[in-house]
T-cell receptor, first 112, second 115 residues
Framework: DAKTTQPNSMESNEEEPVHLPCNHS???????IHWYRQLPSQGPEYVIH???SNVNNRMASLAIAEDRKSSTLILHRATLRDAAVYYC?????????????FGQGTRLTINP | DARVTQTPRHKVTEMGQEVTMRCQPI?????VFWYRQTMMQGLELLAY????????DSGMPKDRFSAEMPDATLATLKIQPSEPRDSAVYFC?????????????FGPGTRLTVL
């Protein structure tokens, strides 16, 4: 599986935008970029995914670099409830497409 | 709304005892996954099923762990005999579809402590 690199931790203030970076320089052309997050004492939850184009949903936006070697998860207006560990995951289209391979993620702290 | 449920939520047992964890996937989902989370190793995939058939259990210690899906509404993960190093949170997840863009829905986890 192609690897991703994320900062161990980030901190932001409530009601401000947050940009969570992810590097994936060995991404292949068919790898989807997924983001999941894990709130304290809960299971992971899906946030967003994309392939080449930027994506928006009700939770966040995903900005994908033109060469696809990096991406950024954008929380437009962070709330205290967004404090979680955020995982950037690549999923290929082959036999292992259904698996999620989690790295260490970025622990996001939101200050009131 | 539909959710993955797991029982028990917490389990404390002694080394050598059998432990069974249960998962009810979201109705209609055709893939089921078992993950384990520890402080040292993070989240690891243990096994997964597609249409109730085991597809990959390479992440599981085969001598003591077994995973089954007796029917479409129940997945089980069994440890026999349990050891202190099995202490972890075990998550079940389910999904619909087999592609690399399909979302997985996670349950709340079973926190296992083996003394």
């Amino acid at each position: 599986d192609a690897k991703t690199t994320q900062p161990n931790s980030m901190e932001s203030n409530e009601e401000e935008p947050v940009h969570l970076p992810c590097n994936h320089s060995t991404i292949s052309g068919t790898d989807y970029i997924h983001w999941y997050r894990q709130l304290p004492s809960q299971g992971p939850e899906y946030v967003i995914h994309g392939l080449t184009s930027n994506v928006n949903n009700r939770m966040a936006s995903l900005a994908i670099a033109e060469d696809r070697k990096s991406s950024t998860l954008i929380l437009h207006r962070a709330t205290l409830r967004d404090a979680a560990v955020y995982y950037c995951i690549l999923r290929d289209s082959g036999q292992g497409a259904q698996k999620l391979v989690f790295g260490q993620g970025t622990r996001l702290t939101i200050n009131p | 709304d539909a959710r993955v449920t797991q029982t028990p939520r917490h389990k404390v047992t002694e080394m050598g005892q059998e432990v069974t964890m249960r998962c009810q996937p979201i109705l209609g989902h055709n893939t089921v996954f078992w993950y384990r989370q520890t402080m040292m190793q993070g989240l690891e995939l243990l096994a997964y099923f597609r249409n109730r058939a085991p597809l990959d259990d390479s992440g599981m210690p085969k001598d003591r762990f077994s995973a089954e899906m007796p029917d479409a509404t129940l997945a089980t993960l069994k440890i026999q005999p349990s050891e202190p190093r099995d202490s972890a949170v075990y998550f079940c997840a389910s999904g619909l579809g087999f592609s690399s863009y399909n979302e997985q829905f996670f349950g709340p986890g079973t926190r296992l402590t083996v003394l």
